[in-house]
């Protein structure tokens, strides 16, 4: 499939792409409870704590696949198809692989603020936890109103954008 390039595809709302980022949770939820159980039936993990440094790499990885893969192929992961989103670079052509990488990497921007807090703060409860990384989301969010074409953090610094894309009509 050839995504033609187009640059002046609007840019799409923070509320859609929020809705997708929701939806692509729980998507991923999946995915990573899957991965999750193949790691540990093939390492014969048998306690929770064993070997967590492994699984998080692992899982790490498994994401940026999932992610590079999807964005370089048709500039869309299953929750962006649902909400009719693309992620093209600045000059509305698909990501390249490295742009890709580089936006996924940037995309741990989400979360970082709130994980960095949990460890600093030695949180331990799950509401707490929760809370924090909730807190950190809406400031995500909240910042991308102070750019022009409401962009995210890691989308303006990787050189990329998400664009509306409606199905075409026949």
Same mark, same amino acid.
């Given at each position: 499939?050839?995504?033609?390039?187009?640059?002046?595809?609007?840019?799409?709302?923070?509320?859609?792409?929020?809705? @997708?980022?929701?939806?692509?949770?729980?998507? #991923?939820? *999946?995915v /990573?409870? &899957?991965?999750?159980?193949l790691? =540990? !039936?093939?390492?014969?993990?048998?306690?929770?704590?064993?070997?967590?440094?492994?699984?998080?790499?692992?899982?790490?990885?498994?994401?940026?696949?999932?992610?590079?893969?999807?964005w370089?192929?048709?500039?869309?992961?299953?929750?962006?198809?649902?909400?009719?989103?693309?992620?093209?670079?600045?000059?509305?052509?698909?990501?390249? @692989?490295?742009?890709?990488?580089?936006?996924? #990497?940037? *995309?741990? /921007?989400? &979360?970082?603020?709130?994980?960095? =807090? !949990?460890?600093?703060?030695?949180?331990?409860?799950?509401?707490?936890?929760?809370?924090?990384?909730?807190?950190?989301?809406?400031?995500?969010?909240?910042?991308?109103?102070?750019?022009?074409?409401?962009?995210?953090l890691?989308?303006?610094?990787?050189?990329?954008?998400?664009?509306?894309?409606?199905?075409?009509?026949?």
């Amino acid at each position: 499939m050839t995504v033609q390039a187009d640059t002046g595809a609007a840019p799409a709302g923070l509320a859609r792409r929020f809705a @997708a980022f929701l939806y692509e949770g729980v998507l #991923l939820f *999946g995915v /990573l409870f &899957f991965t999750g159980f193949l790691y =540990s !039936v093939v390492t014969r993990q048998q306690h929770a704590m064993q070997g967590r440094t492994g699984l998080g790499v692992f899982l790490f990885i498994v994401l940026g696949v999932y992610f590079v893969g999807f964005w370089t192929h048709s500039g869309q992961t299953l929750a962006m198809k649902t909400w009719h989103l693309r992620v093209v670079d600045a000059a509305g052509q698909p990501l390249h @692989a490295s742009r890709a990488l580089v936006r996924y #990497l940037l *995309g741990w /921007l989400w &979360f970082l603020p709130a994980l960095v =807090s !949990v460890w600093a703060l030695e949180l331990h409860g799950g509401g707490a936890i929760f809370g924090s990384l909730l807190a950190g989301m809406l400031a995500y969010l909240l910042i991308a109103r102070l750019h022009p074409q409401r962009q995210f953090l890691h989308d303006t610094i990787s050189g990329s954008r998400i664009v509306t894309q409606l199905p075409r009509r026949s």
